[in-house]
């Protein structure tokens, strides 16, 4: 893989992949960057002798998160704003126009100084460093036309001359840049209070927590059944071997899902999910997300990632909890309870998927499967959900897909195809 398919998330199948169905601890442990923190989950979990850890294809997954963890030096920069700006040139890894950032000077957190790099710009770090000056739509539209160029020279001009007559206004922002061969590439701006709680710190507090579950109850079985991942971006979802009968249509399973995006201002939460498998197809499925809060029940935990190591903590020790909620979510299935005009359900989803702006403007096989043209009239639920099930086997992007979950569960669970 070149640097540029780390970036981009992937869903990962080993359903056919070789397995020892374990790892230990160590190995897992070896993920974790950060000393402090590795100390903290060993005191935590007793980790002070290498455990094996048992759990169906861990190994495997582990291997891929490994490789992910170690591709990239991460860099952490104390940069001032007048010491960085922005050029429009051409990537050569991606033989196209592209935004970089220069750095004229940072200072790392081991004090050292580092000078003159230039980091292509990736995930949203372009909005995070103009959004304070309301500049992100207007440095994009350069990006459209030639010669545009010089624009974002005239406009780099012009904020020297401000912090040169305004020092005062000069703030220090926290740049995150990733190194690989002597190419970098700035991954956000932040805060000094913004921590390394990636993709390897979420897979590793998962498994603990998952071999917790087996340890106090050794007949618990999990399957890990679906993996999306990137260099800042994880979603697992973890299913539980227990099944609940919806009459002839098929059955569900609780699950969660681990989710954690790396990439600025976005968070990591743990979220109840359901795994519909219906009679008539043994292999797909549907996955639903559960979104209603109460006083009394709480489907989804999220954090952000500057919160303590405790609160970390304590978020990933609340999925024993989710799994539990299964039971609360069987009474409120629009789709099996409530509706029976289910050609409606279908025009629910199509709306959102078929309009002249939908985000999904660009996946001819999912507007194939819930037109009229090509669907004709779904006269039963057994129709409904099979074209639901077709619906997630399409291959599309990491976001698109989870709108796309989203969606179906809107629909399905509460009869609402808002996001």
Known sequence: MNNYDFFRTKQYSIANTKSIDAIYSNDLLSLIKDSELKEFIINKYNLEKNIKIEIEKIDVIYEQIKIYTNHFELIRLNVDENKAKTVLEINKEKNAPDYFFVIDEGVDEDGLIHENIKAAAIYDSLNLFYKNRSLT????????????????????????????????????KKFRLLKNNEQYYLKSINTDFYKEYGVAVSFVFTVLELFKIKTNKPNTKFTISSIYLSESKIDLIITLDKKIQLEIYGFIKPSISIRNEDQGNTSLGVYSTLEFISNNSKNNKIYLYPKKDDDKIRYNKTINHTVNKESLASLFSSISELFDHIDNFKNDFSFYNKTKNYDELRHKIAERILSKNSVFKDVKELKDLFSKDKSGHIENLVALLNICEKAELIDMDFDLKFKLRYLISNVLLYNSNNF
């Open 137 to 172: 739509q207007y440095v994009k539209s350069l990006k459209k036309g030639n010669k545009k160029s010089t624009l974002l020279d005239d406009l780099n001009n012009s904020w020297d001359n401000f912090f040169t007559n305004n020092p005062k206004e000069i703030k220090t």
